[in-house]
């Protein structure tokens, strides 16, 4: 699975591949809770060279690269995706909080 941190550029590709009467179950890989500077490190390791200059080019200095990705704001711009596959990229604890929190404040049942 693929990761992203474009909502539109996510939400564009499931509306092309429904208009192609494709009906599989679409899986939307996120990145889970984690610092910027390791969402920045782990897209160079996986060769997102464009996602990671994106970052950079946006001005995130030096302090900026030790705030907290928070995937709250990219769910709540998704549509039409069954589920989601969570990248742990700050380790399991960060992200079982995270999960906890989410699904507490969705009346989700895990």
């Known amino acids: 699975t693929q990761w992203s941190f474009n909502p ?3 939400n564009a590709w499931i509306q092309q591949v429904r ?3 494709i009906t599989n179950s679409i899986h939307v890989g996120i990145p889970g809770p984690t610092k910027i500077k390791t969402l920045i490190n782990y897209a160079k390791i996986c060769g997102v060279q464009a996602s990671a200059q994106l970052l950079k080019n946006q ?3 030096l302090i900026k690269k030790f705030l907290i990705h928070d995937p709250n704001r990219l769910i709540n711009q998704l549509k039409g995706y069954d589920r989601l ?3 742990t990229f700050g380790g399991l604890k960060m992200a079982s909080k995270w999960l906890i929190e ?3 404040s969705k009346n ?3």
């Open 19 to 21: 208009d192609q009467n």
């Open 85 to 87: 596959h969570l990248f």
């Open 59 to 61: 001005g995130i200095n």
């Open 108 to 110: 989700l049942i895990l």
């Open 102 to 104: 989410f699904n507490a």
């Open 8 to 10: 539109m550029a996510i």
